[in-house]
């Protein structure tokens, strides 16, 4: 065993009775678990909350939006030939069109209503391009003429159950004279879903694409848009671009205002901001471990000032600069490497936690869910645990470099 490694265990796992060396060290070391810990726990939950989002976006939701500027109203042809035409498109595995309009409603026993999204769906299609369908929780997914099927906290925001009859009230006139005028219609409430998402459940309600067009007074054979269902939702952008292309290039009349937006595009800068927010907080948690080193920092120049007659021993029976930098330079490595295993072993601890007993409630009103989910990244384990460790070494260059550059003579004088 090299020299300088044997001199710098025994540094480190010495048994005499130097209390105060021995705890300023167990201090750094704890200080650099908590760091580590702290960036494997904030980034499990950043990953986990990315991935329960995009998971439920992916299946929830469309992938694809298709929309045209050519129609009437910006409403797209959705003809069966053409879901047809689509359907068979490399990538593609289902088209439905959707009709989705604003609208008031209110229980039919009240005056006090609620802004929401109507959806029309097309019930033969609906199911193979949307989960939304199949996370009815209460009654039935599957509204026929006159009827509706709401959103839970929506339901609970109006009052209304299955069974009870609402009042949808769309086209507002106030171009005449008097109080405005809107059409309205009155459905029954057949179902009530929660589609995993708070916001999406207090405004949303759907009914059949044929009732959606007399509400709205869209023509036969139009929609507001057709929604795509694709193979692989992460290459949602490049199937859009493909079949766009196609299309265009086959009718470039016709098709020209035809526009595509896949599902990332429609939340982007709230997965922006996500990936922002994580930036901002792992930088900070490092910064964290930074001061934490300054520990490793005391510790070792406290071990220098201690050790000053072995150093001065030590150098005059030839060991060079060289020699006792790496001994200090290891000491500040295995206090870095002790605080990443600790740190890894207390937030996997507390990932599990997490996970299994859901310890911390959110509110699903701002966050979307109401748990922290936990997803562990091994790569970026890595990645933490390889930038404290280096942190803990570039501590320990200083202390290494004062160490070295002792005189022995003068380590020697006083002893």
Not at 113 to 119: A, F
Not at 186 to 204: A, E, K, N, T
Not at 393 to 406: D, G
Request: proline fraction near 4%; aromatic fraction near 8%.
């Amino acid at each position: 065993m090299a020299y300088p490694l044997l001199i710098g265990r025994r540094a480190i796992l010495s048994r005499e009775n130097r209390l105060l060396i021995n705890l300023t060290t167990w201090i750094a070391v704890a200080g650099v678990a908590l760091g580590v810990a702290a960036l494997v726990v904030v980034n499990a939950v950043y990953d986990g909350y990315i991935a329960e989002i995009r998971g439920t976006f992916a299946s929830v939701l469309s992938h694809i939006n298709l929309t045209c500027r050519w129609g009437s109203d910006g409403a797209i042809p959705c003809d069966e030939a053409f879901l047809e035409r689509l359907d068979s498109e490399p990538g593609v595995e289902a088209a439905a069109p959707l009709i989705h309009r604003q609208a008031l409603m209110l229980p039919r026993h009240a005056w006090r209503g609620s802004g929401v999204q109507v959806l029309g769906f097309d019930a033969a299609r609906a199911r193979r391009v949307s989960d939304l369908p199949n996370r009815v929780i209460e009654g039935e997914g599957s509204p026929g003429e006159g009827e509706i099927v709401l959103g839970r906290v929506l339901a609970e925001r109006l009052g209304v159950g299955v069974g009870d009859t609402v009042v949808v009230l769309s086209d507002f006139d106030t171009s005449g004279p008097g109080r405005p005028r809107a059409q309205s219609r009155q459905l029954r409430v057949i179902g009530l879903f929660s589609s995993g998402f708070y916001q999406f459940d207090q405004m949303f309600s759907y009914v059949r694409l044929d009732v959606a067009r007399s509400i709205f007074d869209v023509p036969e054979g139009w929609a507001d848009r057709i929604e795509l269902r694709v193979t692989d939702p992460w290459r949602a952008g490049e199937i859009r671009d493909s079949l766009v292309a196609g299309l265009m290039g086959e009718r470039p009349e016709a098709m020209r205002g035809l526009e595509g937006e896949t599902w990332r595009e429609m939340f982007s800068d709230f997965f922006r901001g996500v990936e922002y927010t994580r930036i901002i907080l792992l930088v900070l948690l490092l910064l964290l471990v930074a001061v934490a080193s300054s520990n490793v920092i005391g510790s070792l120049v406290m071990m220098v000032h201690d050790r000053t007659r072995e150093i001065g021993i030590l150098r005059a029976m030839g060991a060079t600069r060289g020699a006792l930098t790496q001994v200090f330079m290891l000491c500040g490595f295995v206090i870095g490497v002790l605080g990443v295993v600790v740190g890894l072993g207390l937030g996997s601890l507390l990932c599990v936690a997490l996970a299994q007993w859901r310890l911390i409630e959110i509110s699903a009103a701002v966050y979307f869910i109401d748990h922290l989910p936990v997803v562990i990244d091994w790569v970026k384990i890595a990645l933490i645990s390889g930038a404290t460790v280096l942190i803990c070494l570039v501590a320990s260059v200083a202390p290494a470099l004062r160490a070295s550059r002792l005189d022995p003579v003068e380590a020697l004088r006083c002893e």
